[in-house]
């Protein structure tokens, strides 16, 4: 089978410049999906599929070839989605990538909401759904659904309630207290490393000396811990992040925004930090 990513004939709106639209590229085995989205896109506006594709070779060579906006990639593409995920983003940083999986699973959405994905939904999702996903998605919002909340939810009061043992007492430095906010608020080690005085890599090894001393195995659980667990020189910056003003129902919870930027960071991406709103009335709609 050939690994060359098929390229999508440009929706039809003659007006507008380029950059009005939202640039799609569709990656899924199945051929009749694809053209299924392709026709559903074909009649919005602001969204142009630019290419598609139908294996994971495929997807890396579209996703470096063509300069789409959000990528919707099928789980089943890969036999690790979420290593896929991971490399896709560090391949092409500012893709963001709406994944498609079969059915709902809580490890795996947990997993490639570490990663950096930027939406979760199923493949039996509404058209008007994917629609306001892809739309929201393009904004720099998550999204997941009411169950994709609920597991996310879960994981920072799991951290919460964990027993701190010999961590409550542990210090940072000033660097790696420094370090760590930055991770908080969603920088990137490229970021982080300027904002320090340093390189990417010394962030690296200043990181994993803090995983280390916390007991924390990515930038997902040291964020949930800096905000349980008010490490000092940490917490505020944290806290702060995650309680930027915002339009958002309360019921969405504060924690979720630095719980985002820091899983958004550790996939290279850059997470504008906003909470994740419910609305009960459309479950589906993050």
Partial sequence: MS?????????????????HFIRVIVADTQAIFRAG??????????IRV???AETLSQT???????????????????????EAV?????????????????????????ELFRRGAHGIVSREIEP?????????VSTGEPWLDARGIHWVMEAFRTQGTRPAGSRSKVQLTPKESLIVSCVTQGMKNKEIASRVGTTEQVVKNYL??????????????????CLNNRVEGVGKAALAAAAAPTSAPASSGNGTAAVAAAAAAGA?????????????????KV
């Fill in 3 to 19: 690994t060359t990513p098929v390229m999508a004939e440009e929706n039809g709106h003659g007006n507008g410049s380029e950059e």
């Fill in 37 to 46: 989205l392709r026709k559903i896109f074909a009649v919005e506006d602001d």
């Fill in 50 to 52: 630019i290419g598609q």
């Fill in 60 to 82: 890396m060579a579209a996703a470096k070839k063509f300069s789409g906006d959000i990528l919707i990639f099928e789980a089943a593409l890969a036999e690790n989605p979420v």
């Fill in 86 to 110: 991971s490399e896709l983003l560090r391949q092409s940083p500012a893709l963001r990538l709406v994944v498609l999986t079969a059915e709902a699973n809580e490890e795996l959405t947990l």
């Fill in 128 to 136: 008007e759904l994917l629609l306001d996903c892809i739309r929201k």
């Fill in 208 to 225: 994993r000396k803090v995983y280390d001393k916390l007991g924390v195995a990515d930038r997902l659980e040291l964020a949930l811990y």
């Fill in 268 to 284: 290279g991406q850059r997470a504008a930090v906003v909470p994740i709103p419910i609305n009960m009335n459309t479950p589906e």
